[in-house]
């Protein structure tokens, strides 16, 4: 039987169209994602507000809110705004619209100018003032709410040193008991919904993989192929072999899964350590993934190469038919497939259940982001449920198949 093992690896190897959907294609795929998501991470990260203020006399005697803005404006990591100051009002009108009549290139950011802007009255308060017609989901919205919540919250601590200093003038000369009073605390605890920060790109390179491994079943179809005597000579040598059907299927089904085992691992290390796509420090669970995957995929391919009266080119455009489709739902093909995925999977979460490309792309989600493996085991099952189901239908045709002569 380990002899039978042995050929049916070597034939396979041997068979290069294997590779080249199995292993070359995911290859350059998750390359050409390297440079197509290079900048979408730094996308969703956090910039500092493009802002104006208005540095006439009155934010000049304002120092309190001066000092404040240099504070929030000073270069850092933790820079919440990046700070145009104008001479007029209709300056900061101008760089709101986008449109800098100053010439000076205030923000270091292009497009669609400050998200608002600031003024001081004669008592030193200041009014924010911001575009009209934003959407609420946008994110001049989110930048307009930070704005006024800056604005709001020096309005209320300068209120409240005056109501001091009315009622009890030597308490502002102790300023430790002014910062104390002036400290909000922290009244909300920062802490990480996910086992890793979340990034947009990843989703793909987890798509990827889902349909990399289901590109593996070609290589199950073809072992299956190539036992059939009517498909193949060595079929036809194996079929009056010594060795029973039953153990040369087992040996050509193994080897299958092992080359597709290993086709899928190759994939996922390169997608690991030359895209970069951290996956938590827990490769040990994402090597088992990769088994179920391989597993599933190998009964995926047995499936379809073991369909009687139907040429092997045939069956290899169905397989590749599926794959694309299921791949679409896993979100491959761009942001408006991870929308599309992202909806069906909201409204019909049991046609998700049934598409291995989503299992294994969810599987590998699960993986980086849940800070416990039982999501990952549950899709897990799901694979080894679905390869189970496929085996036993590949068994129904392989069991009725009869050759009157060899």
């Excluded at 001049?140 to 109501?163: C, F, H, M, P």
């Excluded at 922290?186 to 289901?214: C, H, W």
């Excluded at 009517?230 to 040996?251: D, E, I, M, P």
């Excluded at 040990?284 to 995929?297: F, G, N, S």
Aim: charged residues 15%; aromatic residues 10%.
């Amino acid at each position: 039987m380990f002899n039978v093992f042995k050929g049916a690896l070597l034939a396979l190897v041997r068979e290069k169209s294997v590779f080249i959907w199995s292993l070359a294609f995911p290859l350059i795929l998750s390359t050409m994602f390297v440079f197509m998501f290079a900048n979408l991470d730094e996308a969703g990260q956090f910039e500092p507000i493009p802002t104006a203020v208005v540095a006439d006399e009155n934010y000049d005697a304002a120092p309190g809110f001066s000092e404040m803005i240099d504070t929030l404006a000073e270069p850092g990591a933790d820079q919440m705004l990046d700070v145009a100051r104008v001479a007029t009002e209709q300056e900061a009108r101008d760089l709101m619209s986008g449109n800098d009549t100053a010439g000076a290139g205030y923000f270091n950011i292009s497009g669609d100018g400050a998200a608002g802007y600031f003024t001081v009255d004669a008592d030193g308060m200041p009014t924010v003032h911001v575009k009209a017609g934003v959407t609420p989901d946008s994110l001049d919205s989110a930048y307009q709410s930070i704005l006024k919540t800056i604005g709001d919250g020096y309005v209320r601590n300068a209120a409240l040193i005056e109501d001091v200093a009315a009622e009890n003038p030597a308490a502002l000369a102790d300023m430790a008991a002014v910062e104390k009073l002036l400290d909000a605390g922290d009244l909300t605890e920062k802490i990480d919904v996910t086992q890793n920060p979340p990034k947009e790109s990843v989703r793909y390179f987890f798509a990827l993989l889902g349909m990399a491994a289901l590109f593996g079943g070609q290589i199950g179809m073809i072992a299956i192929c190539r036992t059939q005597p009517n498909l193949s000579a060595l079929g036809a040598r194996r079929a009056v072999g010594a060795l029973s059907r039953a153990k040369t299927l087992t040996a050509t089904l193994a080897a299958s899964w092992v080359l597709t085992f290993a086709c899928i691992a190759i994939a996922f290390l390169y997608i690991r350590f030359v895209a970069g796509v951290d996956f938590g420090g827990r490769d040990a669970i994402c090597i088992a993934v990769i088994a179920a995957a391989a597993l599933t995929a190998t009964a995926f391919g047995t499936l379809l190469g073991s369909l009687p009266k139907i040429d092997e080119g045939v069956k290899g455009g169905m397989l590749s038919g599926i794959v694309c489709f299921a791949s679409l739902f896993a979100g491959l093909y761009g942001s408006p497939t991870m929308k599309l995925a992202d909806t069906v999977n909201a409204a019909v979460p049991a046609a998700q259940l049934v598409n291995p490309a989503v299992q294994i792309s969810q599987a590998f989600y699960s993986i980086m982001y849940y800070d416990t493996y039982q999501r990952t085991i549950e899709h897990i099952l799901i694979l080894l449920a679905m390869a189970a189901v496929l085996f036993a239908a590949s068994a129904l045709f392989i069991r009725r198949q009869r050759y009157a002569s060899l």
